[in-house]
């Protein structure tokens, strides 16, 4: 939290020594809009562009201006109490601002995105965390924490929970790693997770075992980003082989999203790659099939349409017009119907000896 | 699961005999409606009556007949491997079964809740878990799993995950547990819950804290329930102040679902106590509020008229007319606006000196 801490004191400086001066004190922002933002497919995310608007303290700015101010102030506390706030959390303390609280959350939430922006930093290294937790980990992995009481280092083993897991917290930025594994298997459903740590998976795979439970949240997608940077572990990522699976769970973990372009280049896993569900594995693997429905097809059809990621691919284009041209969609947990255990004996080694196969 | 094995085998071996005798077999099932229900106050759920119907072999039961049968297989089988399923993964199982193969998921769900009403046991009884997980935990609690490779005894200690937690699994039936804690608290939010394990309020409040992240999985209730029954421990649940904190999430915690009745047992937590937020606490805390919307004022009102846990307490009736005559709504974090750290200073020590004032 260092970084933020500097940033958000000279921010506040260069406001205090204009007001010294009796000049009119002011705060400059990225514009924060798809108008502002360039795709680099190198770098995998959306980028912000330098255009920047500035927020000068006027008659009618003097309430935004005294609430950013005062969001940046508590910012400064959490981090040096090293404490945490959710953004709701943050909304109810301004209930005691007098004239600077807030009316409604969304007012408190563009603001608290106004200073990330401003600091070129993530809430979570400002101290404001998210309300939900997610992601479950298993497997050949220690997570290095700090137990708050002490401070001491605490050392997670995350191979030895048994049939339960790790549940990553809301923040992931102090966390450190050590892994042996040869790569990061992230996956969907609970259910399929489940079944690969029931039959300790992780062993034979040499992998660490990562459950989304559908589109993973920000503290999940931060900790997969953290560990295969840190470690230069691949991330092979298992989904349902439909347009949800592909165009939101997937696209999302890998570039990040269109409406939170200023921290796509935290949030986004460019390494990510897909393991399947593929079309090619609905003929190949012979897999029941359910029809698309109505909003299958319009989220393809969007996708091809509007985003960049699916559009910048022609592999992923043609993946979504087959799924469209059959009219089907196929869930990870069809392999089962080959036996239960198929995924595991025959899916996933054969998958895995053709890396360079997976979809980008 | 020696249990499940033996009662499927039961029934198995009656059918196995009527046939060699030349006679119709048959399965006798318990009526699964509200009609064969009963409230039982000490104990604390719905209740099945005796009623029971009689599925006999005839031309129009066959394949519901077979499909039965091959379920309970299927059920032996994981019991014998130790595997588990899931229910969507049971129904891809049947695609090998010929005529006996299931059209959708909604026909094997309804097979798998008669062989469980059969059995008088639950799905994760017979091998059948659920699809999502659920439930963190942190404090006070060592859980013993097996470790599926050597069949060990595995030792989790819950004080040791630092900012993250243990996460319950699909299936606890085989977990053991050693604690010293005084009680459990069980708290709706994440975000509350990351609040009270950063600051290791486990280790003051002598207890162990779980989040169930909105209304809990079958999973997170089984798991406080059997960790309260083995333990004779107290559960205190801390959930908003509103009408879906206390008639779906509370409510379902303590009591079970209504249309679930022969599953009650074994997922309800009589021993469930409501901690706050009440309407008192939202006057005598002085915290901010929001209106109740529309669907908060349908649901207390439908509370109120056809719960029977609600209908049996007054007290419940009148917080619920105190909230609805009101007209408002007060969230847990809502107490951030005393300070960030007023749950755990102020909120929860004055609460927990009188457990008996507690909502039942």
Partial sequence: MKAGLKRIEQEA????????????????????????????????FFELRGRKKERALTVATVRTFAQTLRLMSLSRDLMRADDIATKREAYYVSKNWGEARFAAQEESDTIIEDVEALCELNREQLGFVPEEKGGDVAGALTVIDTDPATGKALRIDCTRFGSGAYSIPISVEHLRFETKAD???????????????????????????ISMGGVPTRACRRFIRRLADEKGLPVYVFVDGDPYGICNIYRTLKVGSGNAAHLNEYFCVPQARYLGITPEDI????????????????????????????????????????????????EQQALATHGLNYVIDHYLPEKLAHPERFLP
């Fill in 183 to 209: 790569f990061l298997l992230v996956i969907e459903t609970a259910g399929m997770f489940q079944r690969l740590v029931k039959h300790g998976y992780w062993k034979k795979g040499r992998c660490i075992l």
């Fill in 283 to 330: 003929e190949r693997y012979q897999l029941p099939t359910h029809p698309l429905k109505e909003v299958d097809v319009k989220r393809a059809r969007d996708a091809m349409k509007n985003d960049p990621f699916i559009q910048h691919h022609r592999v992923w284009r043609e993946a979504l017009e087959k799924l469209l041209s059959l009219g089907i969609r196929a």
């Fill in 13 to 44: 400086a260069q406001v205090h020594q204009k007001i010294l001066k009796g000049a009119k004190p002011a705060l400059r922002f990225p514009v924060r809009s798809l108008a502002n933002v360039r795709y680099v497919p190198q770098r995998g």
